[in-house]
T-cell receptor, first 109, second 112 residues
């Protein structure tokens, strides 16, 4: 069964520092990977997907098939980045989406 | 605010009672999903439906039931067989496979 692992439940950095949220997946096929974000009192929303290869709010994520990872990175964290981040994998054959456990990011002033 | 509406926002029930959570979408999406969100466990898939009148069990379907009689509606019933029903429930929808999901605001269910 496909599995998504986010090893850090909590991550705390200072404003302006680089941040990396780790995500590893286990899937033998061609993965479809996403990062979702949940800000305080807001609904869960898509941050970015690997197929788009774009930067959203300064965040990027590169798919590394050799390491089966899809880490989320931002060179200079901002206080408004504080949120819960979920890595998610969607199977090739259908629409089912599997989420990791989530990482609560706190950016301190 | 179009999109996905979950109601109510908070729900309280006594142990042993069934309860139904509502999820409606006006996005004309074919697929709909129910997730359960617990601290430290992320989101776990309960049921999903890729098309009207069809649905599949997710990873934690025991104690839950769903129906998909209309494209825009996907209600979730938490039955008395669910051993630990107190949780935050999220509904989502998507256009289909390999596309992002759109989420509702969630329903927090408390069973005492």
């Amino acid at each position: 069964a496909q599995r998504v692992t986010q090893p850090e439940k909590l991550l705390s950095v200072f404003k302006g520092a680089p941040v990396e949220l780790k995500c590893n997946y286990s899937y033998s096929g061609s993965p479809e990977l996403f990062w979702y974000v949940q800000y305080s009192r807001q609904r869960l929303q898509l941050l970015l997907r690997h197929i788009s290869r774009e930067s959203i709010k300064g965040f990027t994520a590169d798919l590394n098939k050799g390491e089966t990872s899809f880490h989320l990175k931002k060179p200079f964290a901002q206080e408004e980045d504080s949120a819960m981040y979920y890595c998610a994998h969607q199977e090739t054959s259908g629409s089912r989406l599997t989420f990791g456990e989530g990482t609560q990011l706190t950016v301190n002033p | 605010d179009g999109g996905i509406t979950q109601s109510p926002k908070y729900l309280f029930r006594k142990e042993g009672q069934n309860v139904t959570l509502s999820c409606e979408q006006n996005l004309n999406h074919d697929a709909m999903y129910w997730y359960r969100q617990d601290p430290g466990q992320g989101l776990r898939l309960i049921y999903y439906s890729q098309i009207v009148n069809d649905f599949q069990k997710g990873d934690i379907a025991e104690g839950y039931s769903v129906s998909r009689e209309k494209k825009e509606s996907f209600p979730l019933t938490v039955t008395s067989a669910q051993k630990n029903p107190t949780a935050f429930y999220l509904c989502a929808s998507s256009r289909g496979a390999r596309v992002p999901l759109h989420f509702g605001n969630g329903t927090r269910l408390t069973v005492t």
